[in-house]
């Protein structure tokens, strides 16, 4: 799987949009980016994945930049409760070994403030 | 009620007791997963089962066994408990290829 860089850290104002980077320049074709969130301690949390067109579900927003090698997460309207640790990752739909194997990185921690 | 319940939520052992973790879902989902997540290490996979027959090793599965009981339930056992045991364990379920999986509460498993 592709290698992700996100900050380590971002704020964002309770009622603003929260926009998370990452990069995965070395991403392959058959790599889909995939985004999760761990609130402290609680089991990690699927938002959205794609692989080249944009993505809109429920949750958030997920734009992924034309070459592939960056995309951005949008939390349209954030809240407290969005306080979490996001993790940005490149995974392939394939077989064989990588069944299951999910690698999360550092991720950014997101804190939501008043 | 949650899609994939965990039990017990916590947990303190005494080193080489046998303790099993249980994980039940209603997602209706084939395929499940067993992770321990360690501070700085994220999450490793330590078994996953594609279906009630099918049992895989993952990256950490020495001192660890599984049971697949039924489509919904699929339980983590350490046959004798030790110290570098101790970290947080999550089941998860996935319906298909794709890699969105719905994570139980953890279970946070303390061996000393």
């Known amino acids: 799987d592709a290698k992700t860089t996100q900050p380590p850290s971002m704020d964002c104002a309770e009622g603003r949009a929260a926009n998370l980077p990452c990069n995965h320049s070395t991403i392959s074709g058959n790599e889909y980016v995939y985004w999760y969130r761990q609130i402290h301690s609680q089991g990690p949390q699927y938002i959205i994945h794609?692989?080249?067109n944009n993505e809109t579900n429920e949750m958030a927003s997920l734009i992924i930049t034309e070459d592939r090698k960056s995309s951005t997460l949008i939390l349209p309207h954030a809240t407290l409760r969005d306080t979490a640790v996001y993790y940005c990752i490149a995974l392939t739909h394939a077989g064989g070994t990588s069944y299951g194997k999910l690698t999360f990185g550092q991720g950014t921690i997101l804190t939501v403030h008043p | 009620d949650a899609d994939v319940t965990q039990t017990p939520r916590n947990r303190i052992t005494k080193t080489g007791k046998r303790i099993m973790l249980e994980c039940s879902q209603t997602?209706?989902?084939?395929?499940m997963y067993w992770y321990r997540q360690d501070p700085g290490l994220g999450l490793r996979l330590i078994y996953y089962?594609?279906?009630?027959?099918?049992?895989n090793k993952g990256e950490i599965s020495d001192g660890y066994s599984v049971s697949r009981q039924a489509q919904a339930k699929f339980s983590l056992s350490l046959e004798s408990a030790i110290p570098n045991q101790t970290a947080l364990y999550f089941c998860?379920?996935?319906?298909?290829?794709?890699?969105?999986?719905?994570f139980g509460s953890g279970t946070r498993l303390t061996v000393v």
């Open positions: 089962s594609f279906d009630v027959k099918d049992i």
């Open positions: 998860a379920t996935s319906e298909d290829t794709e890699r969105d999986y719905t």
């Open positions: 794609g692989l080249k």
């Open positions: 997602k209706g989902h084939d395929r």
